[in-house]
């Protein structure tokens, strides 16, 4: 991995974010991570700059930093708000105050990117295009237009030039978190420059419009015979990686209660709809909406939910759903055993010592709930709660089982606005059962079994090939293999000893059977040597005989 010196075209925005980190008290951090000195020297001299930030708990400054430091940190942080297994829970609590909201960029600038993007003028493809946008992130803001054809739609563009300083960001951030896993105990734990790499590949994922326009077009199909979802269709001769056009849905936000009781919505029926729209897309499908901020939800007349953005996707394969479920089982049966064991399945605790003090922590939370109804317990607490467990015990919890604690949490506080009644626990309790169900029939496991069979196949076919370099490697002196088996090397030398004696028998009786089978040919050849030869083959079986009750002596004594 290179370092700051032999990064030299980011050396500026290092000695930016390097002011940044000293203005706010961080200064050290960069010091300790080898590089302080490179980007500026004598920065770790220095010290706060106003007394206001030096009044700001370590937390705040933290969250006042990412903010500076612009949009690439600023989804970070959203992403890390998340972590509660990795972050405390006061630094958890800071980054959820993020907002991804910045000022337009000038439409001048939005209308070069679409021409650019659609090599066409913008009046040809769009004949009305609204300058003002109806949201502004810091990837990319929303237009509304028409097509030529007439349909209204709305238009996502991409920040001009964004992408520029995002990439620079990124690559400085897996520098220093591959620097923080070599020099910190904290980074090599929780593998930093791993979590920097899944951040990378989510937001270019993110920057590209035509991915976001294909998960569209895929919760379509999922949706396809639901009358009570709406996604909206996508218009690929207008869709490029930096412009993304979409029908246009036109209703009212889903917590906007003012305008939903003035519309004669159900809110009660919007709230238990739009949740088992997201336990269908995770226990059935594997594949949901993971950004669901209120924003994101129009209701149209009949309760009907209507999404928008895209651009976050949560995704589960079929163990891991079977992980979930399995861990909802056992908290709704309070049985801390199986929701220990449905952790470790999902590859949270897979040691002896984390599962059990695993299980002690998790009675001490089940004693904290004991006794109250599932009506009364709310997802998010106790998902803060099981972070809690993770980060005390130093586990790290699968990102895409984070993705999903976030999302249902998110869209219960979404829905507790619609119905205070509403219980998450309650909702998902039918949905487990029956993903229960279909997740252990015969179909599903019949399946997973020929994608094992398929995946052996493929594994079998590789290892001779595997086998031959590392004994080319081993041969060749580029490696070795050494295996130590403690209280083995007493048993090892007596069969040791055996075996010697086990080849020199072997060898006498060679000797002696080789001729003996050799004779009869020879008094084929030579007649007048048959009684020699049969003498000669009697004599052998007899010295044969002997040599192996030698034999067996031979072992048996040196077995004892």
């Known amino acids: 991995m290179p370092t700051v010196l032999q990064t030299i075209r980011h050396l500026r925005r290092y000695q930016q974010i390097g002011r940044i980190l000293t203005r706010y008290g961080f200064g050290h951090v960069l010091t300790q991570l080898g590089i302080g000195r490179a980007i500026t020297p004598g920065l770790e001299k220095l010290r706060f700059s106003s007394s206001e930030i030096l009044r700001a708990t370590p937390a705040e400054r933290v969250r006042m930093v990412i903010e500076e430091l612009g949009p690439t940190f600023i989804k970070l942080g959203q992403i890390l708000s998340t972590r509660g297994d990795v972050l405390p829970p006061e630094l958890i609590r800071e980054l959820e105050k993020l907002q991804d909201t910045v000022p337009p960029t000038d439409f001048a600038l939005i209308q070069a990117q679409v021409e650019t993007e659609l090599h066409q003028p913008l009046h040809e493809v769009f004949p009305t295009f609204d300058p003002v946008p109806v949201a502004s992130a810091s990837l990319g803001q929303v237009h509304f237009a ?95 990686r930096r412009v993304l056009t979409m029908e246009r849905i036109q209703g009212v936000k889903i917590t906007d209660l003012a305008r939903l009781e003035e519309a004669g919505l159900d809110r009660e029926a919007i709230a238990r709809r739009n949740f088992t729209v997201l336990l269908q897309a995770v226990l059935r499908e594997g594949f949901f909406h993971a950004d669901p901020h209120a924003g994101n939800f129009l209701i149209l007349p009949d309760e009907v939910i209507g999404m928008v953005d895209f651009g976050i996707m949560g995704h589960l394969d079929a163990a891991e759903r079977l992980g979930l479920v399995k861990l909802f089982v056992g908290l709704f049966r309070e049985d801390t055993d199986r929701v220990v064991e449905a952790m470790s399945d999902l590859g949270i605790a897979t040691k002896a010592a984390d599962r059990r003090n695993l299980a002690r922590d998790m009675d001490r939370l089940r004693l904290r709930y004991y006794g109250l109804d599932l009506e009364r317990i709310r997802a998010r607490s106790f998902f803060e709660d099981l972070m809690g467990l993770a980060f005390s015990n130093r586990l790290i919890m699968p990102s895409n089982l984070v993705l999903v604690f976030k999302t249902i949490a998110m869209l219960e506080g979404i829905s507790l606005q619609l119905d205070p009644k509403f219980n998450v626990f309650v909702e998902v309790e039918p949905f487990v059962r029956d993903a229960l169900l279909e997740l252990q029939s015969p179909v599903t496991r019949a399946k997973e079994m020929a994608g094992q069979l398929r995946e052996s196949a493929q594994a079998a076919l590789l290892l001779p090939k595997q086998l031959q370099r590392l004994l080319e490697q081993i041969e060749a002196g580029e490696g070795d293999i050494s295996i130590r088996i403690k209280g083995i090397d007493e048993p090892t030398q007596r069969i040791t000893a055996a075996a010697h004696r086990l080849a020199l028998a072997v060898l006498a009786v060679a000797f002696v059977l080789g001729p003996a089978l050799l004779i009869p040919r020879i008094s084929d050849i030579f007649p007048r040597w048959q009684a020699a030869a049969a003498f000669l083959i009697i004599g052998g079986f007899v010295m044969s005989m002997i040599l192996t009750l030698i034999l067996v002596l031979s072992i048996w004594r040196s077995a004892r």
Do not use: C, M
């Open 146 to 240: 028409t097509l030529t054809t007439g349909e209204e739609v709305a238009v996502k563009v991409f920040r001009p030039g964004v992408d520029k300083l995002i990439q620079i960001d990124l690559d400085i951030l897996l520098e220093l978190a591959g620097e923080a896993e070599k020099r910190t105990e904290w980074g090599e734990h929780y593998e930093v420059l791993s979590l920097a790499r899944e951040f990378a590949d989510t937001l270019h994922t993110e920057q590209n419009y035509e991915q976001e326009g294909h998960n569209i077009d895929r919760y379509r199909q999922i949706f396809a015979d639901d009358s009570r979802v709406h996604i909206p269709q996508v218009y690929w001769d207008t869709t490029t």
